[in-house]
């Protein structure tokens, strides 16, 4: 666990990721997401040959922008700070995949009206967590604990079946981050990453974007600018 003399006094600011240059992040939080959308669909169609006709060109400009813009309405709904998708155009394969990051702050025992069933640090939390997926025995799900840069972290990954309803069509396979921000007592991050594979959540499409999304994960730091 991480030293108390080395803890900082105040909470980060941020956070940074060694981001591949094929993916790009649409904030939520401040500024116009339509207009990040835009930008992102002009840089992508700069980078389809010469030579393609523009008549098919449109259609498909016009239904990735629909598409991220259907990304970016569900992302709002679910209080998501930013949104990551994938942008590579050259390939036959469509990745199915994103991550978004969130904040959310759980109860602790410190205040008054606090809940007191409530966890007073971040070690208590993953312990609480932990033992709550044991006790659900969820057998379609796998938890761990750990550090990112200093900070407790919980890993959840499972596969979640397809819901229509909210227009997911196919079952998708989900790793979460849940990583206690420092010197703010009860405030966590949640990175959360999801990918439907080549079709199937659990075929070796899956498994490669899940280990390149838990080395992505490595490289996570909190920043204080």
Do not use: C
Not at 131 to 148: F, K, L, N, Q, Y
């Amino acid at each position: 666990m991480t030293d108390n003399a080395t803890e900082p006094a105040t909470p980060p600011t941020g956070y940074h990721l060694l981001l591949p240059e094929d993916w790009v992040q649409i904030p939520l939080r401040q500024g116009d997401a339509e207009a990040s959308v835009s930008s992102i669909v002009t840089a992508a169609f700069t980078r389809v040959p010469n030579g393609v006709p523009r008549d098919k060109l449109v259609p498909l400009r016009l239904e990735l922008k629909r598409r991220l813009l259907a990304a970016v309405a569900e992302a709002r709904k679910a209080d998501v700070l930013e949104l990551y998708v994938p942008m590579k155009l050259g390939g036959e394969l469509n990745l199915g995949a994103s991550f978004t990051v969130a904040q959310v702050r759980l109860p602790t025992r410190s205040g008054a009206g606090a809940d007191p069933n409530g966890v007073s640090d971040p070690s208590g939390v993953a312990v609480q967590l932990l033992a709550g997926h044991r006790t659900a025995g969820m057998v379609s799900a796998d938890m761990s604990s750990g550090e990112i840069d200093g900070a407790v972290a919980i890993r959840r990954e499972r596969v979640v079946a397809a819901a229509p309803e909210h227009r997911a069509e196919l079952a998708s396979r989900r790793v979460e981050y849940l990583v206690a921000v420092p010197a703010d007592a009860g405030q966590w991050l949640v990175v959360a990453f999801s990918t439907i594979g080549a079709g199937d959540p659990e075929d070796g499409l899956s498994e490669a974007l899940v280990e390149w999304f838990d080395a992505l994960m490595t490289t996570f730091r909190w920043s204080w600018t």
